[in-house]
């Protein structure tokens, strides 16, 4: 046996066992009521590990984003065909480097026969190949005879995968795409989401710009964050590895923003209905459960949750 698999075997097991280990619950993680980082219209709620659990938590090998995978070949997506046709909600993937790498719930990707939306958030394991990926359709009336190359293209705003995670209905999401085209006056011939013009992009970089400053000059042992706007929980994501909430950073906060643009105001939320919703989600596994059975989605590995979704109210 090679080196390379031999390290390759023994830090698949490694990450077998932290993640079998984790509970994503108050027992592992410490929620920083009084330590939100606000800007304008968004603040964020650290979630952290305990330090006493950190190394339940701990991945020993490297992970890295979907978009430094895709940006340096690393990663491939194609069109999964069925009866002689490709399929709109299903594409394959190949994984064709020594790395783990993150697919989160949320991204999109531009190309193939139409742009899509990733349904699902995975982990893939180093040289992993035709592994299914479940998708969405975010460019309507597309659909290529001679397929682009798929590239990256960033995270959907916040609004948009809580529809996509509440409906799991492709008209919905492109009925809420055809509202994005509306609010900014504008047309396009494939109704891509890709393409609608962005409502304030000197905004949206200063939001950007003051949250990895923030991240860049805090403390690690980040598990996820829980994101606010008015009187509202927007949304909350954790993971079960600080590397993972690191690599899903970028991802995850311009989703947030994307929908702050759209419907944000002054983040006010009483800090006893922020309680009664984090006691909901984190006081237990069990009540965990019921919690997300309503209001989000947990994504396995290896039988073990790794990633939590939680979508708040609509903004009307």
Not at 1 to 6: A, V
Not at 255 to 278: C, E, N, Q, S
Request: glycine share 6%.
């Amino acid at each position: 046996m090679s080196y390379i698999r031999l390290a390759f075997l023994l830090f698949s097991f490694s990450f077998i066992a932290c993640i079998g280990s984790a509970q994503l619950t108050y027992n592992t993680l410490r929620i920083e009521y009084d330590s939100g980082w606000t800007y304008k219209n968004l603040t964020l709620i650290p979630i952290r590990f305990k330090p006493s659990s950190f190394p339940i938590f701990y991945f020993p090998a490297k992970v890295i984003s979907l978009k430094e995978a895709m940006q340096h070949g690393k990663v491939k997506f194609k069109e999964f065909y069925y009866q002689n046709d490709a399929s709109v909600r299903l594409l394959t993937v190949d994984n064709n480097s020594d790395n783990f790498v993150l697919i989160e719930n949320g991204e999109t990707i531009s190309g193939g026969k139409q742009d899509r939306m990733i349904a699902e958030s995975k982990i893939l394991y180093p040289h992993q190949v035709e592994q299914y990926v479940d998708v969405f359709c975010i460019e309507q009336n597309r659909w290529d005879d001679k397929p682009k190359p798929f590239k990256y293209a960033g995270g959907a705003d916040a609004e948009l995968k809580r529809i996509m995670d509440e409906t799991h209905q492709q008209q919905f999401i492109w009925r809420e795409i055809e509202g994005r085209y509306s609010l900014t006056g504008s047309v396009n011939k494939t109704a891509a989401y890709l393409q609608v013009p962005n409502i304030n992009s000197n905004q949206d970089t200063a939001y950007t710009g003051f949250f990895n400053r923030k991240l860049q000059t805090s403390d690690s042992l980040f598990a996820g964050f829980i994101a606010i706007t008015d009187t509202i929980v927007m949304g909350c994501e954790v993971f079960a590895a600080t590397s993972l909430t690191l690599k899903a950073f970028d991802a995850m906060v311009h989703g947030w923003i994307g929908a702050v643009l759209l419907h944000g105001k002054t983040p006010d939320m009483p800090y006893k209905r922020l309680k009664i919703f984090t006691d909901d989600l984190f006081a237990n596994e069990e009540k965990q459960k019921l919690f997300l059975q309503k209001h989000g989605k947990a994504f396995i590995c290896e039988k073990k949750v790794f990633h939590i979704v939680v979508h708040g109210e609509e903004r009307k």
